[in-house]
């Protein structure tokens, strides 16, 4: 279940029917929960993106070791210092 709590909300912030018998100026928490068996956002997004990276890996398969990728950064990052 999805859950999202604000602390210290200000009444103002709410809609009209949520505001009635509120003092103005004050503060509330909000909580919102999900009902039902909504998927997961995160891990479809995830799945996805891990499709994505596997299909450009597929189509570029050009390869760097860390130790080539830290020179590159070091390379572009030193241009600045001149």
Not at 35 to 42: D, F, H, I, L, M
Not at 62 to 68: D, F, K, N, S
């Given at each position: 279940?999805?859950?999202i709590v604000r602390e210290h909300y200000p009444?103002?912030?709410l809609p009209a029917d949520l505001r009635e018998g509120l003092e103005a100026g004050g503060t509330v928490r909000v909580v919102l929960e999900m009902?039902?068996?909504?998927?997961?956002?995160?891990k479809?997004?995830?799945e996805e993106?891990?499709?994505k990276v596997e299909a450009y890996r597929?189509?570029?398969d050009?390869?760097?070791?860390?130790?080539?990728?830290?020179?590159?950064?070091?390379e572009l990052r030193?241009?600045?210092d001149d």
């Open positions: 279940m999805n859950k009444v103002e912030n009902q039902g068996n909504a998927p997961s956002p995160a479809t997004s995830f993106f891990m499709k597929r189509q570029d050009r390869r760097v070791t860390a130790a080539e990728a830290v020179a590159r950064i070091r030193d241009e600045w």
